[in-house]
């Protein structure tokens, strides 16, 4: 099984260590493409900062973003498992899972970045700024340059099991799957039931979205080996003991009453 995730935001780079190795990245067929975005935005941040923040869409407050950008090739790096933090990377806590849990979490879990494409959790990258919804001047919308080599690289990561895509809409943008692999697909969408007046009421919430999407990853790495087919996907969630209904076009929707 392959599991999209989104990245976060949040970041605690690392302070001392070796630098990115570009050619040790996983999925090495996303090279090129990670090596024109990488040079863009060094190259942006590393000129006009004013220009750059706002190509970024940073306050000026975050000036040191952009100064950290134009570092990026000299920076310390750390593991893409710890390098992400924020409400679905502390659910799902990829420092705690037991061995047998990370082992899996090496194989199936895959990060989408509008500066990498997609890396695993093992991939040494350092801290960024740069998301999917970005435009380089040079490259244009990355969600939009992402899609061939994604294309490309993706099916064969995917292999023959079911892709579990908890992706936010900026970087399900970035690649689509397409044929046997959009049927193998689930997506998922975390609903909070509330009783309103004696009448229940369902909303979308992102804290609750992130918070439960982390949650259900740990448990189901934990829980033991995979599973094999998208039916076998949604009935493992609800072994997990969650409120579980099956919509259209592979989609699962979690209820949860509280966080």
């Given amino acids: ?19 990115l190795d570009p050619g040790a990245l996983s999925l090495p067929a996303l090279a090129p493409a990670r090596e ?29 973003e952009v100064a950290r950008n134009a570092a990026l090739r000299t ?49 040494r990258i350092p801290a960024y700024r740069c998301s999917a919804g970005v435009r380089l001047p040079g490259l244009g919308p990355l969600a939009g340059f992402w899609k061939e080599p994604l294309a490309e690289a993706l099916p064969a990561a995917a292999g023959a099991g079911p892709v579990l895509d908890l992706r936010s809409s900026a970087y399900a943008a970035m690649w689509r799957p397409a044929g046997d692999l959009a049927r193998r697909t689930v997506t998922v969408r975390v609903l909070q039931a509330r009783v309103v007046d004696g009448v229940e009421k369902r909303s979308v919430v992102s804290h609750f979205n992130k918070a439960t999407k982390g949650r259900v990853v740990r448990a189901l790495l934990e829980a033991g080996p995979l599973p094999r087919t998208p039916a076998k996907l949604a009935g493992a969630v609800r072994d997990l003991g969650y409120v579980v209904e099956e919509g259209a076009a592979g989609r699962l929707d979690i209820v949860v009453t509280e966080l």
């Fill in 36 to 64: 024109r975005v990488l040079d863009e935005l060094t190259a942006l941040c590393g000129g006009d900062p004013a220009k750059a923040r706002q190509v970024l869409g940073l306050s000026e407050g975050l000036g040191g």
């Fill in 1 to 19: 099984m392959l599991v999209l995730l989104p990245p976060s935001e949040g970041k605690t780079g690392a302070t001392r260590g070796a630098p």
């Fill in 75 to 123: 920076a310390p790096a750390r593991p893409a498992g710890q390098l992400y933090t924020g409400v679905l990377y502390d659910a799902l806590g990829p420092a705690s899972l037991s061995a047998a849990a990370r082992r899996r979490a090496r194989e199936s879990l895959l990060i989408f970045s509008g500066l990498w494409g997609a890396v695993r959790i093992t991939d």
